[in-house]
């Protein structure tokens, strides 16, 4: 028997008052692989990230998540199960400093309530203390330590895309979404980000899905590609498959536009 | 150089938790509360109690409440003294109905059903965001005057609603001064402003701001959004309502149900914006400019034109200044007089060395 | 019950809750083009009918003080976007809205302070003798007063759909960036919007001062409006007016019908109750745009 694969998706279909975004899109991710999503601007990338963690809710299809089925998941459901994203935009929270916002990637997983916060007992304090053990560790895998305490929002871009990374691996997520980790980073951003994706795919043991344009990367990052154009997957398979891959050719090259697809 | 920080490291995460992490600071603030919670009492007269110190602790704990629900949370509410009432109204028919009741404990539970009913009209909030929301907050504003108003119960059928603070003792000590009401109001204050600083550093806190900066990211992270914001509202009112049995018992002595009006919610509003959102030592900073200014200019009023001013004459002014006030800092100084104070300090380390 | 009554206090209710569009008109211009809830209408309309019946009442001629009044509304629009909105651009929601809070003081303070605040009565001339149809009285001064809310609405129609400014707008509420893209001066169209509003409030003030008589409670017509609006959606001038006869009519049939078991008074609240009930269903009002909450 085949092992099972991490995640699963079957027939997504998704759409924006009447415009479809996501059209009957099936692939399988297997556990601990790096697989790339790739394609056009306005494919529906980053729509599809968005409906694996649970931000949007696909009218058709279903998630399977380690073999099992969800047709409705929420963010919440998501982060429980163990999904964490980066966001194509950066969604750090501006004013927080780097410690804090790495710490927010551990709410699902805190344990006292508002009112153990208030008086400071003891779950409260022993949260406080995971959270900052944890945190530490993140920080110094992704060099951080010397801006722990600086405002997110202050930061260079690049520097915020590493500590968005970081939000994200704190809460050890067994799936990994990156939405265009790379976008606007210098030569040597991008090669410190990749290695940074390649620790936490091999010694934090994290299945990584990420969308990125420069096809270099891809190439190099990932050992399986999905490729989308206009919300349908016309491509799926190792880099040197798709290299080869006649619509996928087609489509980035913009050759005849093909008539029946 | 007056005040620096040089040579300030920590070693342990415990030291750098601190809430105030400076040496110099934390004995100005020792110093400055012992002589609060000793010295004033002795050498302040019944006017610095009555019509100073009284209304700044009530609007401060009050305007705690506010930013924590609107600076902290990023919910806007219009209705903070709905909430207050509701607590003014609660302790009162605490202590009438049921005898023998401890003041505190009266006090606490007033509280909690204030923060009760503040669960109530946050439940909105699952759907609505924004000035939908605010306007749910209008909404509890104006339904408990009308309540309060028009039911009997609440004010034990005072025919215009107006209720009288009963006489207060804690552990057999009558509570009867001004200088003692400023005791009591000034260890409520003190410990409920730390309950809130404690909470504001932990997760809980991390979540409000989390949901008021990114509510899509932090729904993202596992932040249970709705519920979030529910204790935001419940904890917001919790403390509003705590203000409000000061407000009522401390400061007025007697209080009717528009005394907790409209304008008295934009006050609190003005005051947290004034401050700082989202900080709560601008609490006390916001609410020391809203009992004093009004006293200033009466005082400077009658200096000047040496008769005293016409009071409606004198409430435009206000109302003119402190809209001003309001429109130039959210302009100039969003972060408000916390973070003015903050640039002062910050001039002090380099002080004369640099701008 | 009464047939004839009911429909007597539908007609009532209706006609009255003209009064709340017109208020809430000029909210919807000010939320369409920049975003803004606008809490200082209200103190607008204030300024704007007390600015008109002090001067009346100082032997300016009507129209005079119709025209002085006007040119005051237009510039205190351009000022506030100026002085208040523009450099706020960018900020958030809440910070704007706060900042018309503080104009509305700033606005109530100084109409009170200029013009003192007693009561005006402010007559325009216009009969207040019910008019009697098939056995229905109907207040001819809100028949009126729907004419003009009509005869404005058409005006602001025009305006929007005939005039380069008002073209401009529309492509500025649609798209700020591509309207910037093809080279339109939105600081303009801002400060045009908020003189609009400006005169808007000015029609609403004489109107609703007429009638209740010019004081300080004009500037709460905007708590009046704010029920109207979550019904009609912030964005949409047909909201604002199909709202505002909805408020109108169920606050005026619920004051005389339901109003008496609970001892009277409701209808400080009623609207607001009946517009979060209709919130639960529809988050975003009657004719709101769904917003999609995009990553």
């Known amino acids: ?261 | 150089m007056i005040y620096r920080q040089a040579g300030f490291l920590t070693a342990d995460y415990r030291t750098e938790r601190r809430w105030v992490p400076h040496a110099v600071d934390r004995w100005a603030l020792t110093a400055f509360l012992a002589f609060a919670a000793l010295a004033v009492p002795v050498i302040g007269n019944d006017y610095l109690f009555g019509a100073i110190l009284l209304p700044f602790l009530a609007l401060s704990l009050a305007a705690i409440g506010l930013n924590i629900l609107t600076g902290y949370a990023g919910q806007l509410s219009l209705g903070t003294t709905a909430f207050m009432a509701v607590g003014a109204y609660a302790a009162y028919n605490l202590n009438l109905r049921i005898p023998g009741l401890p003041l505190l404990a009266s006090i606490v539970l007033a509280g909690i059903i204030a923060a009760l009913f503040g669960i109530l009209f946050g439940l909105p909030s699952l759907r609505l965001k924004g000035f939908y929301l605010a306007v749910s907050t209008l909404a509890a504003q104006f339904f408990v005057e009308w309540a309060l108003n028009k039911i009997g119960w609440f004010s034990n059928n005072n025919s215009s609603g107006v209720i009288t603070a009963p006489p207060m003792a804690i552990l057999g000590i009558a509570v009867d001064s001004p200088a003692r009401k400023y005791l009591l109001s000034l260890g409520i204050v003190a410990v409920l402003t730390l309950v809130a600083i404690r909470l504001t550093r932990s997760q809980t806190g991390r979540n409000w701001i989390a949901i008021r900066d990114r509510e899509v990211a932090a729904a993202s992270l596992g932040v249970p959004v709705f519920r979030v914001k529910l204790v935001a509202f419940a904890i917001s009112s919790f403390y509003c309502g705590i203000a409000g049995v000061l407000w009522a018992f401390t400061y007025l002595g007697t209080v009717e149900p528009d005394g907790f009006n409209l304008s008295r919610s934009f006050e609190v509003l003005f005051i947290i914006i004034l401050g700082g959102l989202g900080s709560i030592r601008g609490c006390f900073l916001g609410a020391a400019v809203m009992v004093v200014f009004p006293l200033l200019l009466s005082r400077f009023a009658n200096a000047f034109f040496a008769t005293a001013l016409d009071p409606g004459i004198q409430e435009d002014i206000e109302n003119i200044l402190f809209g001003s006030l309001i429109v130039l800092f959210l302009v100039k100084q969003p972060l408000g007089l916390v973070r003015l104070w903050d640039q002062f300090k910050r001039r002090l380390e380099t002080w004369p060395l640099s701008e | 019950m009464d047939w004839q009554f009911a429909l007597e206090v539908l007609i009532g209710g209706l006609l009255s809750g003209v009064m709340y569009s017109l208020v809430a008109i000029g909210f919807v211009l000010v939320y369409k083009s920049s975003g803004v809830l606008n809490f200082a209408q209200g103190a607008m309309v204030l300024f704007a009918a007390l600015t008109f019946v002090s001067l009346v009442e100082r032997g300016v001629p009507f129209a005079l003080s119709l025209a002085i009044t006007l040119a005051i509304m237009i510039a205190i629009g351009f000022a506030i976007e100026h002085a208040v909105l523009r450099p706020l651009v960018s900020q958030s929601p809440m910070t704007l809205f706060m900042a018309t809070l503080g104009v509305s003081y700033v606005l109530e303070g100084s109409a009170q302070l200029i013009w003192g605040a007693e009561v005006h009565n402010l007559d325009l001339g216009i009969s207040d003798e019910p008019l009697t149809l098939s056995g229905i009285d109907v207040s001819t001064f809100d028949l009126f007063a729907a004419a003009i809310a009509a005869a404005m609405v058409v005006g602001l129609i025009l305006f929007f759909n005939w005039t380069r400014i008002g073209l401009a707008f529309r492509a500025a509420a649609n798209d700020e960036l591509a309207a910037l893209a093809v080279g339109l001066r939105l600081e303009r169209i801002g400060g045009v919007v908020w003189a609009a509003a400006g005169v808007v409030a000015l029609i609403a003030g004489l109107l609703w001062g007429a009638r209740t008589g010019v004081q300080f409670s004009l500037s709460l017509t905007v708590l009046k409006a704010l029920p109207v609006l979550i019904l009609g959606g912030f964005d949409s001038i047909a909201g604002a007016i199909v709202g505002g006869l909805l408020v109108g009519a169920t606050e005026k049939l619920a004051e005389v019908f339901i109003g008496p078991m609970f001892g009277g008074g409701i209808e400080s609240w009623f609207a607001y109750a009946a517009a979060m009930l209709l919130l639960l269903i529809r988050p975003s009002g009657l004719f709101g745009q769904k917003l999609i909450d995009r990553v």
């Not at chain 1, 099936?26 to 494919?43: L, M, Y």
Request: proline share 5%; glycine share 10%.
């Open chain 1, 1 to 261: 028997m085949p092992p099972v694969p991490l995640l699963e998706l079957d027939g997504i279909d998704l759409s924006f008052g009447g415009v479809r975004a996501i059209a009957n899109v099936s692939f399988t991710v297997e556990k601990a692989a790096i697989c790339a999503v790739i394609g056009p601007n306005g494919a529906g990338k980053s729509s599809l990230i968005n409906v694996i963690s649970g931000l949007y809710r696909p009218a058709r299809g279903v998630i399977r998540f380690d073999g099992k089925s969800y047709a409705r998941l929420t963010p919440a459901m998501a982060s429980r199960i163990g999904v964490a994203r980066t966001f194509q935009n950066i969604a750090l929270f501006k004013a927080m400093t780097v410690l804090d916002n790495i710490i927010m990637g551990r709410a699902g997983k805190a344990r006292a309530g508002a009112v153990e916060d208030a008086l400071g007992l003891p779950r409260s304090r022993r949260d406080e203390q995971v959270n900052r053990e944890k945190a530490e560790e993140i920080i110094e895998f992704l060099d951080l330590e010397a801006i722990r305490h600086v405002a997110a929002g202050t930061l260079p871009y690049g520097v915020q895309k590493r500590v968005e990374l970081g939000r994200a691996l704190i809460a050890q997520p067994r799936l990994l979404l990156l939405d265009e980790p790379m976008a606007g980073m210098t030569f040597s951003e991008k090669r410190e980000m990749c290695r940074f994706i390649l620790d936490a795919n091999a010694t934090l043991g994290a299945t990584v899905i990420l969308i990125e344009h420069d096809i270099g990367v891809v190439m190099d990052l990932s050992q399986h590609i999905v490729v989308l154009d206009y919300g349908e997957k016309i491509g799926d398979g190792t880099p040197d498959e798709i290299r080869s891959n006649r619509r996928v050719i087609e489509a980035y090259l913009g050759a005849e536009t093909p008539q029946a697809a």
